[in-house]
Nanobody
């Protein structure tokens, strides 16, 4: 089991930037695929970005070119750099760790994009 703690959310104006961080426990973090999901009020949780154990990445079409996912295995951290934020990016953002059929979620961090 992996314990995940997100941080870095907050209120930002349209066009602004935020960097989300996800701290993971456990000594086998490098073997996990990691992902960021988000859930807006009244909507289903959706995949935002993912990074494999081999550092391959994929992104939702809605965030391509604006968001960047990265990981630091030495620090057991995964990041989501979010630029050119839009009001429709407002959501609770969750970190997810996946290894085989096993997965764990963080508690989420709120991101609000508003003027």
């Amino acid at each position: 089991q992996v314990q995940l703690v997100e941080s870095g959310g907050g209120l930002v104006q349209p066009g602004g930037s935020l960097r989300l961080s996800c701290a993971a426990s456990g000594s086998i973090f490098s073997s996990y695929a990691m992902a960021w999901y988000r859930q807006a009020p009244g909507k289903q949780r959706e995949l935002v970005a993912a990074i494999g154990s081999g550092f391959s990445t994929n992104y939702a079409d809605s965030v391509k070119g604006r968001f960047t996912i990265s990981r630091d295995n030495a620090k057991n951290m995964v990041y989501l750099q979010m630029n050119s934020l839009k009001p429709e990016d407002t959501a609770v953002y969750y970190c997810k760790a996946v290894r085989g059929v096993h997965y764990d979620w963080g508690q989420g961090t709120q991101v609000t994009v508003s003027s």
